[in-house]
């Protein structure tokens, strides 16, 4: 095992001899140190779950359990026991077949101005079955550190760096170069002494080719690493050459010997010595132009009886020049001495002697050996709040899809997604752009810590909460871009001071503010909806409301600047939901536009101050009894939330004007969009996805609510778009809500609306979650075949299903799916979608699924079309590939 290293000890051809210098104590009773603090060791078995403790090294041992990477056991026909005191942490590794760059990212307790060593193994044993070790890069921070290439398969690859860490946080990652995949075995990082293994600068970090332990015995030895090193350090032993090996039996004591780099008692103990007074020499060879770190370590045994010193040249060459690189260095006995030899040199080979200069009396000798490379920094790390500050933002959204790992601005190519860093000395992250990116819950305090950010795009995710005051404080922050959430509250006035002199752009539109927090999970008991109403609930309820028809015209919704938006005189009351009369006189600017009318009133549009648009549906009923139970129904619709559900906004309760302001979709309902006077009729995929987010609203009112919702009244009027063309329910539990058992003054008309209500209902007189699933089994029938539920006049009506029904005898789904698709459709996907549809349409409701069912089989009928789209695609892609284009990401 050991690192790649080509290195030869050039020196005459003679005996070795093993010289016991002293034997008085028992032979190996070192004294190991005591007081040693390994708190701050971190030690990680790649590959294994849970952490555990070793039981011959007492070394606690770390699980990377992690959402990267792939864990894998080596072949069983491996087995590294000439490493054993690691041969257990071998068996396993941790693979990373995706992505380009995966790190480790240690956070030591030490922290940063700290030295450290970080030592990793790689083990392939062939755990692939490839009989292929993978060549990969290794980067330590931010910068290239060296390439793993194993030389055999069986081999065990070590890697050491002697490292500085200026920041908190040490980045250690596999890099993919298209030559396999990546794996790693073991990591570990033991804190140094800051005092050792000097270089020129403090910033170096070094890189270990080798370390070598002189004169000790083959058999015994040839593996030191912990507990022997409290460094952890592994010794390798090389003794076949032209010197005496010496060797003291006493028992080395390294409490008393005050050794600064901690060298184990089985490398002081063991030592070459020249006969005569020949040098020792070492030529080294390596490939690389590169600077050198030699350590040379010294422990004197040899007892001075008649007060013979030792006396040392140390010598380095290149190839022409010569140079002595210290005073002659004078060894004391049982005093251990490190000598560091920094060897600039071209052309990669060059010699060491050490010579005992004419007035010693015993001749050259040397313990062991370490030879570092200084590795080339070329970046440095981007700003440490910024990085502490990004990953806390990373860790709070939980952003792991993306390539956020490591350094988020360095090296350049792997700068983090949708981050964008300053140039210069120390990187700043002067944008973040996670625009739908699926963040949820508040928008975090952490994003204050960036504090050189200039544009902060979060638009188009599910972020709840307030507009925090802190944005004001960022003070270089000019684009600020918050639209499409779920915001509430009313914009803080510092920022809105900074929007109105323009030094922040401010986008704000698309949310909700403002409205009450709170969801459909927390089951306030003051609160309840009985579950299902009593017939004569239903018989009463004759509420058929025409909501929100938005038409009109189509509101820009992108890039609004909330400068722009005059503030009224009077402000609202941010989070507070009840309007009174003279608000919603300002929100609706005195009923100005009329977006449509329903069945017991008018849609209005309306802007709140906080510049989201909402749709105002004013109730006009002939008697307000049938409100008695207006403002608790009112609040309890208010903690209903869900990105497919339509969300009410407030409520307007003073007297005998009631209205409800709901959030404003601007592509109007699904009636519209289906209806044949609609020139932009809807494609197929975009039938597949409204389907699936109105499953996913009523899945949500059924079952995500306490108590469920029934809506009463599903059908495509119902169904409202955004800009995005996602669908949301809309209007659930009005019917219910808006009326009691008093309001008896219309008998006409049954719950729900003709063409959609539940056949069992007209048995039963009750309507349950199976009757909503019935309606959506309609609304699903309007989406395939672009006709309505019922058509012709009252005396000659005419019901979709049965018309299905017969077009499904003839087995052609042409003549079912809308004809204006014009064939632009999978068949197999479209028969999955009229299979899902009919599903719903049983006359006994048992035979009916639940909702959570047919949503997610619509989800997987949208993955077929989408995997059936991308096969075509593909072919698109291989074509443009023979004409040359080729990307790799
Ligand atoms: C690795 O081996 C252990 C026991 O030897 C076994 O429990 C574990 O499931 C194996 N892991 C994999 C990924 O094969
Ligand atoms: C890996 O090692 C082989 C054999 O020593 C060599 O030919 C090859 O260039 C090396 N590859 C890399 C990427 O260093
Ligand atoms: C190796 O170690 C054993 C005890 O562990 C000892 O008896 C033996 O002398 C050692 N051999 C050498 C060559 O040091
Ligand atoms: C090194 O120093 C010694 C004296 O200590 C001297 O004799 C020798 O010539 C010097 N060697 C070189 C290469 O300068
Ligand atoms: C953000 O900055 C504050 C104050 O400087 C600091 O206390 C806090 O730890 C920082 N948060 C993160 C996640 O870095
Ligand atoms: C990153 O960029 C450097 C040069 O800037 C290039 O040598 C290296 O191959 C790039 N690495 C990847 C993985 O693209
Ligand atoms: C953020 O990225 C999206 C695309 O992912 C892009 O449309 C938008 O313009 C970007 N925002 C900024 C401020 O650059
Ligand atoms: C805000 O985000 C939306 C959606 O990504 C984008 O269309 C708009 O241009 C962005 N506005 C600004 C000011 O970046």
Redesign the pocket.
């Known amino acids: 095992m050991e690192t790649e290293l080509q290195w030869n000890l050039v020196l005459a051809v003679c005996a070795s001899l093993v010289i016991n210098i002293v034997a008085e104590n028992n032979e190996g009773a070192h004294r190991k140190l005591s007081n040693i603090d390994y708190s701050g060791v971190i030690s990680i078995d790649c ?1 294994v779950n849970e952490a555990y403790t070793d039981k011959t090294t007492n070394l606690q041992y770390q699980a990377d359990d992690f959402q990267f990477g792939e ?3 080596v072949s069983s026909t491996y087995n590294f026991n000439y490493v054993s005191q690691i041969q257990k942490q071998l ?2 590794l941790r693979s990373f077949p995706c992505g380009k760059r995966n790190c480790y990212t240690m956070t030591p307790k030490q922290g940063k101005n700290q030295k450290y060593i970080i030592r990793a193994y790689f083990a392939y044993g062939n755990y692939d079955n490839k009989n292929k070790p993978p060549i990969f890069d290794l980067h330590l921070g931010v910068n290239f550190f060296k390439t793993i290439n194993f030389t055999e398969a069986d081999r065990v690859i070590r890697i050491e760096a002697i490292h500085f860490a200026s920041t908190d946080t040490l980045h250690f990652c596999l890099v993919n170069i298209d030559q396999g995949v990546p794996f790693i075995s073991m990591l570990e990082l033991w804190p140094l002494d800051n005092y050792i293994y000097q270089t020129s600068s403090t910033l170096l970090t070094l890189d270990l080719l080798t370390r070598i332990n002189l004169g000790a015995s083959q058999d015994n030895n040839s593996f030191i690493r912990y507990t022997d090193d409290i460094y952890g350090r592994s010794w390798e032993v090389q003794n076949d050459y032209d010197t005496v090996s010496i060797k003291t039996a006493s028992s080395i004591d390294l409490d008393k010997l005050f050794d600064p780099y901690k060298l184990p008692a089985e490398v002081l103990s063991t030592a070459v010595e020249k006969l005569k007074s020949d040098s020792l020499e070492f030529t080294l060879n390596y490939g690389t132009d590169s600077e050198y770190y030699v350590y040379l370590h010294f422990f004197d045994m040899k007892d001075r009886a008649n007060k013979q010193n030792r006396i040392l040249n140390i010598i380095i060459n290149g190839f022409d020049d010569e140079a002595n690189f210290t005073q002659p260095l004078t060894l004391s006995y049982w005093k251990p001495n490190s000598i560091i030899l920094p060897v600039k040199q071209g052309q990669g080979i060059f010699k060491i002697l050490i010579e005992a200069t004419s007035d010693s009396d015993l001749p050259a000798m040397l313990n062991a050996l370490e030879i570092y490379r200084v590795v080339p920094q070329s970046d440095s790390a981007t700003q440490q709040e910024d990085v502490d500050a990004i990953w806390h933002i990373r860790d709070f959204y939980k952003i792991y899809s993306m390539n956020w790992q490591g350094d988020p601005c360095e090296p350049k190519n792997f700068t983090w997604e949708g981050v964008v860093c300053s140039d210069g000395d120390t990187p700043r992250i002067i944008s973040l752009n996670l625009s739908s990116s699926k963040l949820s819950g508040g928008i975090d305090v952490t994003f204050s810590n960036l504090t050189h950010l200039e544009t902060l795009d979060l638009s188009n995710n599910e972020l709840t909460g307030e507009v925090p005051e802190f944005f004001a404080q960022l003070p270089r922050l000019k684009i600020l871009n918050l639209s499409r959430n779920m915001l509430t509250g009313s914009i803080p006035e510092s920022l809105k001071a900074k929007s109105s002199i323009n030094s922040l752009q401010l986008s704000l539109d698309g949310n909700l503010c403002p409205y009450q927090t709170g969801s459909c999970k927390s089951n306030n008991p003051k609160f309840v909806i009985p579950l299902v109403a009593s017939i004569t609930t239903i018989v009463a309820v004759v509420f058929i409301i025409y909501i929100i028809v938005m038409v009109i015209r189509r509101l820009r919704q992108n890039g609004k600047v909330i400068s722009s938006i005059s503030v009224k005189d009077e402000p609202l009351k941010p989070t507070n939901p009840v309007f009174s009369y003279s608000e919603i006189l300002i929100i609706t600017n005195n009923f100005t536009t009329m977006l449509g009318k329903g069945g017991f009133g008018k849609v209005y549009l309306g802007t709140l101050e906080c510049g989201k648009k909402v749709a105002v549906k004013k109730l006009s009923l002939p008697s307000a009894q049938g409100y008695k139970e207006f403002q608790s129904e009112a609040k309890l619709l208010m903690h209903v939330h869900h990105r497919n559900v339509v969300s009410l906004v407030g409520y307007c309760d003073e007297g005998e004007t009631k209205a409800l302001v709901y959030e404003y979709l601007s592509e109007g309902n699904l009636q519209q969009k289906l209806s044949d006077k609609n020139p932009n009729f809807l494609e197929w995929i975009q039938r597949l996805k409204i389907a699936m987010d109105a499953a996913n609203g009523l899945d949500y009112l059924h079952n995500g609510c306490k108590p469920p919702v029934i809506h009463r009244d599903l059908k495509t009027s119902n169904i409202l778009l955004d800009e995005n063309m996602h669908a949301k329910i809309s209007d659930f539990g009005v019917s219910k809500t808006f009326a009691n058992d008093t309001d008896t003054y219309v008998t006409t008309y049954p719950a729900g609306t003709p063409g959609y209500v539940d056949p069992e209902f007209y048995c039963s007189g009750t309507l349950n979650k199976k009757s909503d699933v019935y309606s959506f089994g309609i609304i699903l029938l309007e989406l395939i075949t672009g006709q309505p539920a019922l058509r012709g006049t009252p005396e000659n009506l005419s019901y979709i299903i049965p018309w299905v029904n017969n077009k499904l005898r003839t087995g052609n789904i042409e003549e079912i799916v809308d004809p204006r698709l014009q064939g632009k459709y999978n068949a197999a996907s479209a028969w999955k979608f009229i299979g899902i549809a009919m599903s719903c349409l049983p006359q006994v409701p048992i035979h009916r699924p639940h909702i959570d069912h047919v949503a997610s089989e619509l989800k997987e009928c949208l993955s077929l079309e989408l995997s059936l789209e991308r096969t075509v695609s593909n072919v698109r892609d291989s074509l443009a590939m023979s004409s040359g284009q080729i990307e790799f990401h």
């Open positions: 590959g864990v894998y056991n068996n396993t």
